[in-house]
């Protein structure tokens, strides 16, 4: 298949990511009796795994996929700051550009698990407002990167606290600026995708779109409406509307059509964790590489297959990628 001899054009693209750091935390345990104290699952606990989430994970797949990733954050200086910074050097990447703000908390999100149930979610957020030193640190690297940068991807993730409305507009003036000619991939909170004008793409949930637009129903004709409502009010290029388990659409403003991207998945997911994480690790990829835009969306949705059929969180390499393709 030709679309998976194009993977091997991703290899040494260097892309700039900008997002919210966070920690995962997931809590694993059996839930044998009620509590004592309240109505609510006893859990025992089995095990705890944490893993630097958000733009970490989308930075571990664009690395394992042949890429080369900077990028640029804010974190706390606290326990999960710290373990942040562990971890991107166990990585061997370069943290030059996370940025301490001795004022915030670094957002972390737990889940406890039990019997394969989701029992609960808890988050923390920056708490705290980013001060104006901390972000004019970050514009600093931001523009350092200018000369050598093959695409960037922006996560903004809703967490509250770094992506408010200022932050958003100040950081596509300066990529306007200083990164003319390098394609912009945008992860938008659902709540401010207007904010994120001309970027060449923006990728949102399908069924998180449509709620945000008050749309109940889900035939082409809304999810038309839905896509072209997206464009026009970001006057971006492109759009791309996902879910894995039927169709995800793409809605570009050159053709001013909506094209559809049939599911096929083989086999039931096994996680959710890291798909979206893939989707944008590989669109920021295949930009970088100049692949055509239903090439790059195509490929993307593969690899957020191939996600949800593995073990949670395990960054796969370009040729099993390929393999997985070749196999459908």
Not at 100 to 105: E, G, S
Not at 127 to 137: F, G, K, L, Q, T
Request: proline share 4%.
């Amino acid at each position: 298949m030709a679309l998976a001899d194009d993977i091997h054009k991703w290899t040494n693209k260097k892309l700039l990511i900008i997002g919210e750091a966070l920690i995962d935390k997931y809590i694993i345990g059996n839930a044998d009796r009620i509590s004592p104290d309240a109505p609510v699952p006893n859990i025992k606990i089995e095990e705890i795994l944490t893993y630097i989430g958000g733009m970490g994970l989308v930075l571990q797949f664009i690395k394992s996929l042949g890429g080369i990733p900077d990028f640029c954050t804010i974190i706390g200086n606290d326990y999960e700051g710290n373990f942040y910074l562990k971890k991107i050097e166990e990585l061997n990447l370069n943290s030059s550009g996370i940025i301490i703000d001795n004022n915030i908390k670094t957002p972390q999100i737990t889940r406890i698990k039990a019997m394969n149930q989701h029992i609960l979610r808890m988050e923390s957020h920056y708490i705290n407002e980013i001060s104006n030193s901390i972000y004019d640190a970050l514009f600093k690297y931001i523009r350092s990167k200018a000369e050598s940068i093959d695409a960037i991807v922006i996560l903004d993730y809703g967490i509250g606290g770094m992506f408010n409305d200022h932050f958003v507009q100040n950081l596509l003036n300066l990529l306007e600026q200083d990164f003319k000619g390098i394609p912009i991939i945008a992860r938008p909170n659902i709540a401010n995708y207007y904010l994120y004008e001309n970027v060449d793409l923006i990728k949102i949930n399908l069924y998180k779109a449509l709620k945000s637009l008050s749309i109940d129903c889900c035939t082409e004709t809304s999810i038309s409406i839905a896509a072209k409502k997206i464009l026009h009010s970001s006057k971006c290029k492109n759009v791309l509307l996902t879910y894995l388990e039927s169709e995800s659409y793409l809605y570009s403003k050159e053709k001013e059509k909506i094209e559809n991207i049939p599911s096929i998945l083989k086999e039931p997911f096994r996680t959710f964790a890291s798909v979206g994480s893939a989707i944008m690790a590989i669109l920021g990829l295949s930009f970088a590489a100049k692949l055509p835009i239903m090439d790059s969306a195509k490929l993307a949705l593969y690899g957020a297959e191939l996600s949800a059929s593995l073990p949670p969180i395990e960054f796969f390499n370009s040729e099993k990628l390929k393999k997985y393709i070749l196999e459908l």
